[in-house]
């Protein structure tokens, strides 16, 4: 019976993570961690190179509970062209997978204050199973779970960012190849794969009120099999150094955020999101995500 009730919660366990990994996470700070997901904002926004530093911890005090760590590296590299690393780790339960992409973008004057990106993504992906994790069920007994190839699966992306002096418009599809499936390949070993193609649109618009900036702006985020996600965002300057906000997310959670510019060269910011959900609030502490930027 003991081991019944294991296997069934170990069944439950894999349909959970399963179903949460076809849609890449969403970020409270996405503002700020945008050439994680549009490789059209390589080297777009400073003049010098811009190193972020991103974790994400999902449901605080689940066991299990996804995490996610992402480090950019982007620069200018001629007046039109900018070129970008991104790596992103992520984990949830016994899987875990690491994205390792290059980015480049062409930028094309479309008037004096308006400028169009285009981006590109190269790279893949490797997928990793934590078997040791999985307490009281018989790994050996299912090959699906320990021949596992771990070897780099190839994906591409695109990108489109639209910028003016005080609003944006953002277009990607950081991974065109759906490539989610279980593959017997000749050397008798198991391909897995967690991509799924996500399409990201979203936009902001900054505007002054007396001395006080509001920067309002939208995330939407839709995944093939997963409903719409919308993450509406208002955050404001309220001083020079000092930006706070808050936020709401369509599967009922929410944020509260703050950035700030300790010198004119390094950015740390945080934000904490909770859920309306009550199946979330009573095994859940909520979720943490700290950022850090350095511009060199």
């Given at each position: 019976?003991?081991?019944?009730?294991?296997?069934?919660?170990?069944?439950?366990?894999?349909?959970?993570?399963?179903?949460?990994?076809?849609?890449?996470?969403?970020?409270?700070?996405?503002?700020?961690?945008?050439?994680?997901?549009?490789?059209?904002?390589?080297?777009?926004?400073?003049?010098?190179?811009?190193?972020?530093?991103?974790?994400?911890?999902?449901?605080?005090?689940?066991?299990?509970?996804?995490?996610?760590?992402?480090?950019?590296?982007?620069?200018?590299?001629?007046?039109?062209?900018?070129?970008?690393?991104?790596?992103?780790?992520?984990?949830?339960?016994?899987?875990?997978?690491?994205?390792?992409?290059?980015?480049?973008?062409?930028?094309?004057?479309?008037?004096?204050?308006?400028?169009?990106?285009?981006?590109?993504?190269?790279?893949?992906?490797?997928?990793?199973?934590?078997?040791?994790?999985?307490?009281?069920?018989?790994?050996?007994?299912?090959?699906?779970?320990?021949?596992?190839?771990?070897?780099?699966?190839?994906?591409?992306?695109?990108?489109?960012?639209?910028?003016?002096?005080?609003?944006?418009?953002?277009?990607?599809?950081?991974?065109?190849?759906?490539?989610?499936?279980?593959?017997?390949?000749?050397?008798?070993?198991?391909?897995?794969?967690?991509?799924?193609?996500?399409?990201?649109?979203?936009?902001?618009?900054n505007f002054m009120v007396k001395d006080i900036q509001f920067k309002p702006s939208l995330m939407a985020i839709y995944t093939n099999g997963v409903p719409l996600s919308l993450d509406l965002t208002a955050a404001v300057r309220v001083i020079d150094k000092l930006e706070v906000g808050l936020s709401y997310r369509t599967d009922n959670a929410f944020s509260g955020l703050f950035m700030i510019d300790l010198f004119d060269w390094m950015n740390v910011g945080?934000?904490?999101?909770?859920?309306?959900?009550?199946?979330?609030?009573?095994?859940?502490?909520?979720?943490?995500?700290?950022?850090?930027?350095?511009?060199?």
């Amino acid at each position: 019976m003991k081991n019944l009730i294991n296997t069934l919660r170990i069944a439950f366990l894999l349909v959970f993570s399963t179903t949460f990994a076809q849609q890449d996470t969403n970020y409270s700070l996405y503002r700020y961690t945008m050439n994680v997901i549009n490789p059209a904002y390589a080297g777009a926004n400073s003049e010098r190179i811009e190193f972020i530093s991103h974790v994400r911890n999902t449901w605080n005090g689940v066991e299990g509970a996804p995490e996610t760590q992402s480090f950019n590296l982007s620069t200018p590299i001629s007046d039109r062209l900018g070129m970008g690393l991104s790596v992103i780790n992520d984990k949830v339960f016994i899987e875990s997978e690491v994205d390792i992409f290059i980015d480049f973008s062409y930028r094309l004057q479309l008037s004096e204050n308006t400028n169009l990106n285009l981006g590109l993504k190269v790279g893949g992906s490797s997928y990793h199973l934590d078997t040791k994790g999985l307490k009281g069920y018989r790994v050996n007994s299912d090959p699906t779970l320990w021949k596992i190839n771990k070897r780099l699966r190839p994906n591409v992306g695109i990108g489109a960012y639209l910028k003016k002096d005080n609003y944006f418009i953002s277009f990607s599809i950081p991974k065109l190849l759906n490539s989610r499936a279980l593959i017997n390949d000749t050397s008798d070993s198991y391909i897995y794969s967690k991509d799924s193609k996500s399409t990201y649109l979203s936009g902001g618009y900054n505007f002054m009120v007396k001395d006080i900036q509001f920067k309002p702006s939208l995330m939407a985020i839709y995944t093939n099999g997963v409903p719409l996600s919308l993450d509406l965002t208002a955050a404001v300057r309220v001083i020079d150094k000092l930006e706070v906000g808050l936020s709401y997310r369509t599967d009922n959670a929410f944020s509260g955020l703050f950035m700030i510019d300790l010198f004119d060269w390094m950015n740390v910011g945080y934000a904490y999101e909770t859920s309306a959900r009550r199946e979330i609030i009573k095994v859940s502490g909520g979720s943490h995500e700290f950022l850090f930027r350095l511009l060199l």
